[in-house]
């Protein structure tokens, strides 16, 4: 996964988090999307970087595109 881009829903706990985690330490980078931000901030901070994070948990049709966007302009 080095230097592959990964985005990650529901990453702020649980599978989600777990998932970012072990795509971070694959070297891939890892983009949160979460709609608790608090808890999507914490997981970002918690793999070593600052990955973009986006405020959405990717459940409605219409927040995916929005999501992607976000991560090809960071």
């Known amino acids: 996964l080095q230097d592959k881009v990964a985005i ?6 649980g599978i989600g988090e777990a998932l970012a985690r072990c795509m971070a330490r694959e070297g891939a980078i890892v983009v949160i999307a979460e709609r ?4 999507g901030a914490a997981t970002a901070a918690s793999i ?6 986006a405020e959405s948990g990717g459940t409605s049709r219409p ?8 991560t090809l302009n960071a």
Request: proline share 12%; charged share 20%; no cysteine.
């Open 36 to 39: 608790d931000r608090e808890t």
């Open 8 to 13: 990650v829903t529901g990453a702020g706990s």
């Open 63 to 70: 927040s995916v595109p929005a999501m992607v966007r976000g």
């Open 48 to 53: 070593g970087g600052r990955p973009p994070l």
